[in-house]
């Protein structure tokens, strides 16, 4: 049965074991809405439920809560265009889609570790428990090639200290899906001179625009991608709601 506000998510669903959709982006859960969304909710059965909302719509939170959803954090979208982008590609610079040591592939693993800890599943307690697994999942898939993208690092020593995954969108556009940094390495530079190189490569690959998806609770990263020349274009909420 197609839903009129719901999407269904078919890896959540699959990966957390609970059937998991997403309010439709053009959908507003207002009062019009709520009685077609709890009827889905109960005619299919469903579990947890995503939903984004501009952050300038205000007047449906007390809502929202009522419904039982739970605001997450604020997601915020950062850009930068490539047209011309003119910096050294630093020694250090691996791809990392051509590795096939299984050391380095468990020096990531522990990169996105600690990179899921700020992740919106990480901050939900229903989901967390799955979230170390669903980074690994996500980093093999892109160096696999199962992803088409752009995966850099910078290795140091026989060690990665650094991982970008850039996910290809078409129109040469890409999206920055995960950065990491290893904790005795940040503060140094090291996450700058990764980011630089990494755009100077897309960018001689013919991408002319970089979006970044992160959370506004990452305070670390938004103050990063800013010094990095990305501009702030949209905010929204983050909820999510699951069966009680």
Not at 110 to 134: C, G, H, N, P
Not at 197 to 211: H, P, Q, R, T, Y
Request: hydrophobic share 40%; glycine share 6%.
């Amino acid at each position: 049965m197609k839903s009129d506000i719901l999407e269904i998510m078919e890896w959540d669903s699959k990966f957390f074991g609970k059937k998991t959709a997403r309010v439709a982006e053009e959908i507003i859960l207002d009062k019009d809405n709520e009685t077609k969304l709890l009827a889905e909710i109960k005619n299919e059965k469903f579990e947890t439920i995503y939903y984004w909302q501009g952050s300038s719509l205000t007047e449906n939170l007390k809502g929202l809560y009522r419904l039982g959803f739970e605001l997450i954090d604020i997601e915020v979208i950062l850009e930068k265009r490539l047209a011309k982008y003119e910096k050294n590609v630093d020694e250090h610079l691996i791809d990392l889609t051509k590795i096939k040591n299984s050391q380095t592939l468990k020096q990531l693993y522990m990169l996105a570790q600690k990179l899921s800890q700020k992740s919106r599943f990480w901050r939900d307690v229903k989901t967390r428990f799955r979230v170390e697994e669903m980074y690994r999942i996500w980093i093999k898939r892109f160096i696999g090639g199962t992803d088409k993208g752009w995966c850099y690092g910078l290795k140091i020593n026989n060690k990665v200290i650094s991982m970008a995954i850039f996910q290809d969108e078409g129109e040469e556009k890409v999206v920055l899906k995960l950065v990491a940094v290893e904790d005795d390495f940040r503060g140094r530079g090291w996450g700058r001179k990764m980011m630089d190189s990494s755009l100077v490569k897309l960018a001689a690959d013919g991408i002319g625009e970089v979006a970044v998806v992160t959370q506004l609770s990452n305070i670390i990263a938004v103050k990063f991608y800013l010094g990095c020349g990305f501009e702030l274009k949209s905010a929204r909420y983050i909820f999510h709601w699951h069966r009680r």
